[in-house]
Each structure stands twice: as structure tokens, then as C-alpha cells.
């Protein structure tokens, strides 16, 4: 049993379930991950299996932080996670399918309070706690993955909106009439063309638009020409792949900009994969939300990137939905 | 003296300062306006000469109402009010320019506490207390009148932002390169379509675009073709004049389908002299929003209209920061 520990209920749990792995970690009250731990998400094809797999998981780390008496409770972020209802409902990138009560299913299998919220909103909230966003009251964190998620924090709280659903920017219309969503039939939303598969999508078209000029990116095949592939080849100076992060930039900041003349935030906070491009992507993205914003908001809202590792934003974040259980 | 009160301090005076007319009154804790008046906002070419001038009109309201001793505070609703600072800032349409530290200026002229907070924040916080959206904590008002501005509440509170500038909502970009509007110099805002003013453009293109086509609207000077004469055209069968508010409510329709992807709200209130059209803008506003928003969304946020009269609401919402103070 461990010793370290003085008061009794001092850890909380967070699990960040993502569509293909799901990490976890046991947290202290001042945002250390002590234990910590992973499993695959999309192995378990029902979410029984899936439950009983991360109990297995988590059950020893619970015993190494000195038994289920030093744990307060157990928060999860998950995509289309609600907090309201404590169901995941209706997650595209999930394998099960329709409304999942998660969160009862957990506190039944490990006889433990729990909390549920978005997967952006728990990094949201980890940022807000332990990152870039510590002791702001209103900002808005972007995530930049495999899809655009956001956590929006005004007057010091999470906005959840009547229903538990508020937050979905990356569903928003930038481009009316622009690029199909196969996942969601819209055209032009931000998520098309700021998520990592935008990227890959504006890399062929900015490819087939310039048949006559070279590009390094024409080294891979359209399959291979992911965001990393772009990203590789715009550091070694190639043209049309800066160009791609250009145009994508600049759809984040027009995006960005309707985001501000909305809640009025102090930060922007930029998260996920796409950030490892850095000034390739954030200098564009500033231009545009600066073009675009009235005069009143110019110069005034902070865009940068967490500065928490990126699953660890999400552990945290979960684990803080435990000290309001 | 008035005999009918029986608390001191149970009155709070709610003033509305719109371009043209300021308008205020008397009003008790259960939102009737007992006493009310107005004062042109123009004719004062100084900040100073206005505050003499409004002093001079409500100080006979005091009196009626049984004195100073009755009144708890005053708040204001005005165009940029800034509630943290207390100041207009940089109101486009007033004659008084710059910043004016008008609730300072407010509380040393009448010697009582003020509050001051931008218009369509009032108007929404008047509909909380006592209009439509009465028991909710999550809604948006749009207002629709020569601009259009915005009151977002979220988690039952006001969203101001980190500086006090949070719903701007009117100068989102909806229609990318779109219209100019000459007053911000951006391109395809909401306002410059969705309000008087770009009725009064769109009704112009509308006509314009189909020369051969007959319209009552064609009975009007471009001048004299304001909103109000394209709805009398429109309810007596044009077909021109019901495309332009087809169109208006297309383009607020998708805005607003943005917006709920943003807070989720339970409602939105349309307000404003817009709201006159009745179901010519609320339908097509309705079928754009929902056929833009996620599945998650649809159906689910109702689209109505303010309860309150117009200058009432203001008045309401304004004197509803009293309370707090």
C-alpha cells in the first residue's frame, strides 16, 4: 500500500476515451499523473467487453495508488460525450453505436462516482486548470485532430448549452456551398477543412490545380499524403505544401474570427496534431482572424498552442470533472 | 409623495439609449413601468448638455415616485456599452465619440449607483427577467433594427467576454466576400443583410437582377424602399418583395445555425423592427437553420419572438442590472 498519501480520497481517475486508443491516468488534486495507463478502444466490439477491458486495465493502477478508498472518482472525456445525461450519444467515430449510458456503466463496474463530458471540453478544462488557459475566465480551445472539436469557457465555466451539446465549431459553416462532409452531408463546415483529413483533402486539390508544377509532395501517393507528409515537406521550402497550410490557415482564422465577435476571449488555444506545424499553420491563421475581426477585438485575443502534452490535456481534464463529483 | 410604496429603495430606473431617442422609466422589482419618458438622443451635441438634458427629464419621475430615497440605482443600455468599464466605447451610430464614462458620469450627475451594459445585452436580460425567455438559462436575442446586434446567456449568466465586447454577433462573416458594409469595411457580415438597412439593399439587387420582371416595389424610390414597403409589397402577393425576405431569412437562417452549433442554446429571440415581417422572415429562417445545423441540433432550439415591446425590453433589461449592483 502506498504511503505518500495523507488524506483519504486524494486521486481522482481520468479516461480520455479517443476513437482508436483510450488513455488513463490517476491524478492528484495539484494535476500530477501518477499512474497512468492505455487500451485499445476500437478492439472491444461491445461496449461490455470495452468496460471490462479498461476495469482490467485500471483495477491494478487503483491498487498501486493504495486501493479504491483514495479515489474519489473517475471523469471521462469522450467524443459526443454529454455531461447532462452521462451518455456518449451518437459518436460518428465510435464503433458502438446510438446512446451509451458510459457513465453508469462505469460507477456500476468499478463502484465509483463518475462524470462525463466531450473530449474538447476535458481539455478544455484541464487547460483551464493546469495549462495555458490557468486563471483565465473565458477562452476557447480548439482541438486540431483527426476531427475539430472545441471547449468554450465563459465566466469561468464550461458553456454546455440547454442540452449538453454546445461547443461543435467544428461543424459551423465557413465556405457555404464548399467542400462535402461525408460524415455530416454539410458543405464548407471547418471541420472539412481544418482537421487533419482537410489537410490531406486540400493537398490533392492544391496538387491537381497546379498539374505543372513540381511539388515533393507528388513523391506519395494520394493515400500517404497525410498531414505530417505536408508538413515535412513544407519545412524542406516546398511551395505548394506551405500553400497548403496557407489556405488552411486561413480558413481557421476567418473561423476564428466569428468565434471572438461570439464570446469575446482572451485566448484561443490550439491542440492536437495540426499544431506540430507551428508558425506554419498559427501565422496565417493570426493574419486571417485579424483581417476579419471588428477593430474593438483587434490585437487583443491571444492564439497559442496548450501547453499541456497532448493526452495528458485530456486525462487531466477528465480527472478535474471528479473534484466537482 | 407617493403612498404606495412600502419598501425604501424599491424602485430602479432603466434607461435605453438607441441613435435617434432615449428612452426610460420607473420600474419596480416585478418589472411594471410605473413611471416613463423620452428624450431626443441627437439633439444634445455634447455628452455633457445630454446628461443635463436627461437629468431634467427623469428627475420629475424621481419625484413622482416619492424621491431619491425610493430609488436603488440606474442602469443603461447602450450601443458599445461596455459593462466591465462602464463606458461607451466607439458607438458608430452616436454623436458623442470616443470613450464616455458615461455610468460615472450618470452617478456623480443624479447621485445614485448606475450599471451600464450594451443594448442588446439589456434587451436580453429584460426577456430573461420578464419576456419569452423567462426560466431559461441558455438562450441568444438577435436584434433586428437599423443594425443588428446580439445578448448571448449561457449557464444563466450574460456572456461579456473577457473585456466586455462578447456578442457582436451582427458582424460575424456569413457570406464570404460578400456585401461591403461601409460602416466596418468587412465583407458579408450578418448586419449588413440581415438588418433594416440590408432589407433595403437586398429589396435594390432584387429588383435590379430581374428587369423584366414586374414588382410593386417598382412603385417606390430606391430611397423610400425601406422594410417596411417591401413587407406591405410582400403581403399583398409580390413575389419579388417575398424573395427578398425569403433571402434575408436564408442568410440569417444559416448565421443562426452557426450559433447554436456554438452555445446550444434552449431558444433564440428574434427582436426588432424586422420581426414585424412575422412568419415572411421567420420561415425561411427556420428551414435555414435547421437544414444547416448537425442532426444532434434539429428541432430542438425554438425560434420565436420577443414578448416584450420594444422599448420596454430595453428598459426592463437595463434597469434589471439595478438589482445587482
Known amino acids: 500500500m502506498a504511503t505518500a498519501i495523507s488524506n483519504s480520497n486524494s486521486y481522482a ?22 499512474y497512468r495507463g492505455a487500451i485499445s478502444t476500437k478492439k472491444s466490439e461491445t461496449i461490455e467487453k ?36 452521462g451518455s456518449i450519444e451518437y ?3 465510435l464503433t458502438w453505436k446510438g446512446i451509451i449510458p458510459l457513465s453508469k456503466m462505469i460507477t456500476s ?20 486548470m493546469y495549462g495555458a488557459a490557468k486563471g483565465m475566465k473565458d477562452f476557447i480551445m480548439i482541438t486540431l485532430g483527426t476531427g475539430v472539436g472545441s471547449g468554450i469557457v465563459a465566466n469561468g465555466q464550461l458553456i454546455l448549452g440547454h442540452d449538453g451539446f454546445a461547443g461543435e465549431l467544428g461543424h459551423t459553416i465557413i465556405v457555404p456551398n464548399g467542400r462535402l462532409h461525408p460524415g455530416t452531408g454539410a458543405h464548407g463546415s471547418l471541420e472539412i477543412y481544418c482537421s487533419a483529413t ?8 492544391i496538387l491537381e490545380k497546379n498539374p505543372k508544377e513540381k511539388s515533393l509532395m507528388r513523391d506519395y501517393t494520394a493515400e ?14 516546398d511551395k505548394l505544401a506551405k500553400e497548403v497550410y496557407q489556405f488552411t490557415g486561413e480558413i481557421l482564422g476567418k473561423a476564428l474570427a466569428n468565434f471572438v465577435m461570439f464570446s469575446s476571449p482572451a485566448a484561443i488555444i490550439l491542440f492536437g496534431g495540426l ?8 501565422k496565417p491563421t493570426k493574419e486571417a482572424m485579424e483581417a476579419n475581426v471588428l477593430p474593438i477585438f483587434r490585437n487583443k485575443v491571444k492564439l497559442i498552442f496548450s501547453e499541456l ?17
Open 13 to 34: 481517475i481520468g479516461i480520455d476515451i479517443g476513437g482508436t486508443n483510450t488513455v488513463f491516468g490517476i491524478v492528484d488534486s495539484r494535476g500530477n499523473i501518477s
Open 50 to 85: 470495452y468496460i471490462d477491458d479498461l476495469y482490467n486495465a485500471i483495477q491494478p493502477l487503483i491498487e498501486d495508488a493504495g486501493g479504491k478508498e483514495y479515489i474519489k472518482g473517475i471523469g471521462i472525456g469522450a467524443p459526443n460525450g454529454n455531461y447532462y445525461t
Open 91 to 93: 459518436a460518428p467515430n
Open 109 to 128: 463496474k468499478f463502484g465509483l462516482p463518475s462524470a462525463l463530458t466531450n473530449d474538447a471540453n476535458a481539455a478544455a478544462v484541464g487547460e483551464m
Open 198 to 205: 482537410g489537410v490531406h483533402l486540400s493537398a490533392l486539390e
Open 224 to 237: 500517404n499524403l497525410d498531414s505530417k507528409a505536408v508538413y515535412d515537406c513544407a519545412m524542406k521550402g
Open 275 to 282: 499544431c506540430k506545424a507551428g508558425d506554419l499553420i498559427l
Open 309 to 325: 502534452k497532448e493526452s495528458d490535456a485530456a486525462i487531466l481534464g477528465a480527472s478535474a470533472l471528479v473534484w466537482d463529483l
